[in-house]
Nanobody, 114 residues
Framework: VQLQASGGGLVQAGGSLRLSCGAS????????MAWYRQAPGKQRELVAT???????NYANSVKGRFTISTDNAKRTVYLQMDSLTPEDTAVYYC?????????WGQGTQVTVSS
């Protein structure tokens, strides 16, 4: 399984970005898909998850600002990020898992300037 993340970039505080992660197979084939992020000098943290049934969950720090979604036809998981702050600066990684496997995409850098 391959996951290809894209959509990162440089944005001013208060702006928006949408990250995409294309999978090499149907998003419905995974139990859960997720976005993680890792800021410099910090541990990787879970940002948002979406199950194959469509249930979503978010880190407290992004609730109300970020939205995770999937498009099964496009085999893609998205992370819509609004009202960005400099604290959101990090490398963002997509993740997908099944009952016995865990997959990671390469990271995409998000930088939010103040």
């Amino acid at each position: 399984v391959q996951l290809q993340a894209s959509g990162g970039g440089l944005v001013q505080a208060g702006g928006s970005l949408r990250l995409s992660c294309g999978a090499s197979r149907s998003t419905n084939s995974f139990n859960r898909m997720a976005w993680y992020r890792q800021a410099p000098g910090k541990q990787r943290e879970l940002v948002a998850t979406i199950t194959s049934g469509g249930s979503t969950n978010y880190a407290n720090s992004v609730k109300g600002r970020f939205t995770i979604s999937t498009d099964n036809a496009k085999r893609t998981v998205y992370l819509q990020m609004d009202s960005l702050t400099p604290e959101d600066t990090a490398v963002y990684y997509c993740n997908a898992n099944t009952w016995n496997s865990n997959y990671w995409g390469q990271g995409t850098q998000v930088t939010v300037s103040s």
